[in-house]
């Protein structure tokens, strides 16, 4: 387990680093609106919303940028923490709005 989770950083950092390696990237307006530690929501279904705390902004190799966040699921029985998802930017700002 601890092998695998070597793995997994070892692969962001170096997708991180190669993105940041590209010329000519730019920040969209999308990716200023999104920082780390930012908490985001969405309704999935009639009295359940995720939440979604953002851990990390990473790029990929060609330059897109990606959302690391944490996942909480909330219904009428309390909140679940569903682990961590990654989402590109674009998707990510389609489907989640920012809390107040």
């Known amino acids: 387990m601890e092998e695998a989770s070597f793995m997994h950083a070892l692969v962001e950092s170096v997708i991180r680093d ?8 730019k920040t969209s307006k999308a990716a200023q609106e999104v920082r780390e530690q930012m908490v985001f929501t969405r309704s999935i279904a009639p009295g359940v919303t995720e939440l979604a705390e953002v851990s990390e902004i990473l790029s990929d190799a060609p330059g897109m940028p990606h959302i690391r966040y944490r996942l909480y699921t909330r219904d009428q029985q309390g909140s679940y923490y569903d682990g961590y998802r990654v989402l590109a930017l674009s998707s990510f700002t389609e489907l ?5």
């Open 18 to 25: 190669l993105g940041a390696m590209l010329p000519g990237r």
């Open 96 to 100: 989640y709005r920012r809390v107040a």
